[in-house]
Each structure stands twice: as C-alpha cells, then as structure tokens.
C-alpha cells in the first residue's frame, strides 16, 4: 500500500528538490538576495503603477458644438505639420486662401464656455495674416509673449506677427470691415521653404526655423540679418525639431531615418546621431519634459506605426511599442504629469499612455468619429485648474476647430497640487544675447495654485503670473529687443558650464529617509510637509546638476569631433 504524504510534506519535497538549482543558478547568498530584491523591486513597481492608474483615471471631454469654431477654411497643403497652434489667449491656423499664402489668428476657444463676444461660426471676409507670397507651412506662439506669433512659408520667408489688443472687438456687427493683419518683422532665412518654426523655450527672441535646404537656423529676432547658428548634417529633409526645456539642446527627425542632437552653441555638427525609426515616411519627436529622454513616433519597415522612447545622452532606443497599421502620422504631445498623448492624422482617437520606468502604459483613448487633419495643445499654464484640466488639446476636422479638455474627474473643491506640477511660465530666463554668448539658466515656472514664479529651485513670489510684452519692429528691429547692444560672442565658443558640487550630493543624503507613503498622505503632518518641500528642492537641484554635466559631456564629444578632423587634415 502507497501512503501519500502530506501536503505540507509533499510541498517541502519539492522545495528540497530545488535547492540544487538554485545554489548552482546563485552559488553564494548576496548574488541570490540581489536577485530576490530585483524581482521584488519590479513587482513593486507594476504594483504602485497599478494604484497610480486606478487614482489618476484621465478622460478626454469634447466641447458642445457651439464652444468651438466652425467655416474653418484650413489649407489644402499636404505638408506634414501640426496645422494648428495655441497660445494662451489666441490660435493660429493655416488657411487656405488665394493669391499667396495667409494665416489666420483668432480667439482662444475654451471647451467650458462660448467666446465672448465672438461668434462660433467665422464669417467668410474675416481678418488674415497675410504677407507670405506662397503657401504658410507652420505657425508657432512665442511661449514668453501670447500676442506673439511666427510663420514659416514655401516662399522661403519667416514673418513675426503681433496681435494687439481690442482687434477682435466688433466682429460681425454693423459696419465691421475685415482689416488684415502686417507683419512687424520678416527674414529672408532660406532660397527653399521654411517648413517649421519654432521659439527657444526660455531664451527670449530667439527662433528656429528648417528650411528646405536640411539646415536648421537660430536667429536673434533683434538682429535678424543673418542667423546666429546654422545646424547642418541632415541627410534629406527635416521632419521634425523640438527644444530640451532649458533649450541647451535640439533634437531632429530627418527623412534619412536619423535623430539628430545639437548643441546649438558649440558649432554645427549634431553631437548625437542615431538610426531611428526604419520606415521612410514621416517621424516626430518631443522632449519628455525633464525626465532625460525623447519620445519620437514613426513607420516600421513594414508600414507600422511605431511609438519609442530612447535616452537623450547617448539616443539609445529604451523602448518601442507598435500602433497600429494606419497609414496617417503620428503627432506626439507630452504632458508634465508623465503622459504622453499620441494623435495620428486621418484618426479619429488620440491615445494616451503614462511613463514609468522606461514603459509607456495605455491609460485610456479619446474616441471620435471626427477624422483630425491636425492639433496642438494649450501651454499648461492656461488650463483650468477650477474644472481639473490637466491638458487640452485642439483638433482640426474638416471645417471646424474643437477643443478637448482632458480631466481628472475629482469632487474636491480645492486646488489639487497633485495633478498639477509646477507649468513652464510666460517669464523668459535669458535674453537672446546671453543665449547665444553661452549663458544657461533653468527654466521659469508658475506654481498654478498662487501664480509664483518658480526658477529653479529657488520660488520668487509673484502675485499674478507675469506676461512681457515685446514691441516687434519691421522697419527697426532693435526695440524686439533691449539686448542688442551686448557684443555677441563665436556660436562655436561656448562658455564652459561648470557643475556645482553641492547639489550632486545632497540628494544622496537624504535617500535613506525618504518620507513613507503613510506620511506623503498625511496633509496634516509638519514634518512630511517639510521632508516632501526639502525632497522637492534637492531634486531640483539633483536635475539642474545633471543637466549641467551633461553639457559638459556634449561640450566634451564636440571638442573631440573638432580634433579628429583637425587630425584628418593634417594626415591628408
């Protein structure tokens, strides 16, 4: 007769059985705890991701019909840009008119209200932006002036335009007659199309265009008579460009399959290069914020859309998933509380997915049965805090423009900081010529509960959130600026950024004693309020401390590349 062991015996055998394994998989017990803690730590994170997604649930909210604009004549041009873009008080379009190309500018639409005064229907004879001589490809605002905005044209030109106040005031009443708007500075910056514009993050007066010829140009809007750097290296057309938020660096996606870094300042080779996504149409990239890493999305060779995230210092490819098979680009748009919003054309959906440790999770997706033609998103800044918006987005379908505000349904009536982290603010942190003479500063932000102005990790109070305002001058371009008189230094000599110590180590201190998550919750403990201020500011200055060193590293890489050809010359 066979007896069967216990269950608890019969368990133990096989635990015992294993053990050989295990001592020959980790033959001593610190590479065997080690191994334990990494599993641990991973479930750990799957967990806490899970309890993230079930608390900060997003869902997008279509406008009714008559908060957004309608008889939108948009352009007919088949160029890849975003259409449409946003300030917080107005929005630019690409229109399609005759007899050379025109822009329109026009009130702010909110998904919560109608238009003051404004009607939601556009009348057919409205004002325009005109001066272009051949289609407007892109249109971007000035994220330190509202009223400012630039345009790119096939005509080969980039035109400032600014919209004064009161010019919308008697909009389809008796006796209004449409006044188009004059542009108040134009450069020449290329022989070929200028297929993007785009305003340096916390530079004032300083604009990027890429032109047709595969170069980038940064220009002093005070002094526009040639471009203060000029990027080169691109091997075919230029897809796509954005800014690190303190503007040290630009990162491109080019119709040759490869993402391009340049440090704008330190001459015109990419100090970065990389293959990118492998099919030929187009790609995008945006900065992910702060987090040290870029986003792009783009085509397989297999015609799939694909998302990525690769690391911004040495571009390694982190992380790609697959879309769909859709043939429409997709625009990516990040949002500083970790999500990363991806709209492609010819859809009617926008996803969204939140970033941790390297992953994108799939939170949830807008539906429409709206094809977009193009969007953009509104500056956070803007958002309303009163109806918990943490982002807002305004599609271009057919002839309309809606605008969709995401929310995180709460029923609290106070502000909730937890949604709502420090924004990028309207204050600049340097002016053109200290830009360009090597200066580096972190960029401003606005505390959106009190309108403080943050810079850094240092806050300066304010009661309201400052908006300069800058006269542009075609005819004398040196009041755009007061910088003008400084002498501008060499693009290539950059002044060297040295790290400061203190902030590297301060945040090691204090690791160990990281607040627990009983204590982060407690709103009426002193004492977490205090540790979560003081982790706050160390990671502050932990992220300013590595942004530093890492222009060094690129200064460093530039030196190198600026050796080996000097060494190849003098072999040849």
């Known amino acids: ?73 948009v352009t007919n041009s088949a160029w890849d840009t975003n259409i449409i873009s946003a300030s917080a008080q107005y929005i630019s379009v690409n229109w399609n008119s005759s007899g050379g190309g025109a822009l329109a500018i026009l009130p702010l639409p909110s998904p919560f209200h109608t238009i003051n005064g404004f009607p939601n229907k556009l009348p057919d004879s409205l004002p325009l932006a005109r001066g272009h001589t051949a289609t407007v490809l892109d249109t971007d605002w000035s994220p330190h002036n509202d009223s400012i905005v630039a345009s790119g044209a096939e005509d080969g030109k980039t035109m ?45 007066n300083v604009l990027a265009t890429a032109s047709g010829d595969s170069l980038v140009k940064l220009w002093d809007l005070a002094n526009p008579e040639d471009p203060r750097s000029t990027l ?26 490869k993402i391009r870094i340049f440090d704008p300042r330190a001459g015109g080779d990419p100090v970065r290069v990389n293959d990118g996504h492998s099919g030929i149409k187009g790609s995008r990239v945006v900065w992910m914020g702060d987090l040290d890493r870029i986003a792009t999305t783009g085509f397989s060779k297999m015609s799939e ?57 799939a939170l949830s997706e807008y539906k429409s049965s709206e094809p977009q033609r193009g ?43 937890d949604i709502y982290p420090p924004a990028p603010s309207s204050e600049p942190s340097l002016s053109a010529a200290e830009f360009f003479n090597g200066k580096t500063a972190p960029a401003n932000y606005v505390n959106l509960a009190d309108g403080s102005i ?73 004492e977490s309020s205090a540790l979560r201020d003081e982790n706050a500011k160390l990671t502050a200055e932990l992220r300013e401390a590595r942004e530093k060193i890492r222009n060094l590293e690129l200064q460093v890489e530039t030196l190198r590349a600026n050796a080996r050809k000097a060494q190849a010359l003098l072999d040849s």
């Not at 803690?37 to 991701?49: F, P, S």
């Not at 290296?233 to 399959?257: A, E, K, M, Y």
Request: hydrophobic share 40%; net charge neutral; glycine share 6%.
């Open 160 to 204: 400032i335009w600014k919209v004064e106040a009161g010019v919308f005031e008697g909009w389809g009443t008796e006796g209004w007659e449409a006044v188009d708007f004059d542009p108040v500075l134009r450069i020449d910056a290329s022989a070929r199309k200028v297929g993007q514009v785009l305003f340096h993050p916390t530079a004032s």
């Open 375 to 417: 969007m953009c998103f509104l500056p956070r800044r803007a958002l309303s805090v009163s109806e918990c918006e943490i982002a807002r987005a305004y599609k271009v379908h057919s002839s309309s423009i809606e605008p969709i505000a995401f929310i995180v349904p709460r029923k609290a009536d106070s502000f909730q900081s």
């Open 305 to 361: 859309r694909q998302a990525s995230i690769w690391e911004a210092g040495s571009l390694n490819n982190l992380k790609t998933i697959s879309l769909d098979q859709s043939a429409g680009v997709v625009m990516p748009f990040w949002s500083d509380n970790n999500i990363l919003f991806l709209a492609g054309k010819g859809d009617g959906n926008i996803r969204y997915y939140e970033y941790e440790t390297d992953s994108l999770f």
């Open 454 to 526: 943050v810079a850094g990790s240092a806050a300066v109070a304010s009661p309201t959130i400052a908006q300069p305002t800058r006269t542009f001058s075609a005819a004398a371009p040196s009041p755009i600026s007061a910088f003008a008189s400084q002498p501008p230094t060499p693009a290539d000599a950059p002044t060297p950024i040295t790290p400061r110590a203190a902030p590297v180590q301060k945040p090691v201190e204090v690791s160990s004693p990281a607040p627990s998550r009983s204590q982060s919750y407690s709103d009426n403990s002193a």
């Open 232 to 257: 080169s290296g691109h091997g075919d057309i230029i897809q796509s460009l954005t800014f690190n938020p303190t503007g040290t660096l630009l990162v491109t996606t080019c119709r040759d399959r």
């Open 1 to 73: 007769m066979v007896t069967k062991a216990p269950l608890g015996r019969r368990g133990q055998g096989r635990v015992h059985c294993l053990f050989p394994l295990i001592v020959h998989l980790y033959p001593s017990p610190i590479s065997l705890t080690l191994s334990l803690y990494r599993i641990l730590e991973a479930l750990d994170v799957e967990i806490r991701h899970q309890l993230t997604r079930e608390e900060s649930h997003v869902f997008g909210q279509s406008a009714k019909k008559e908060y957004g604009l309608e008889n939108v004549k």
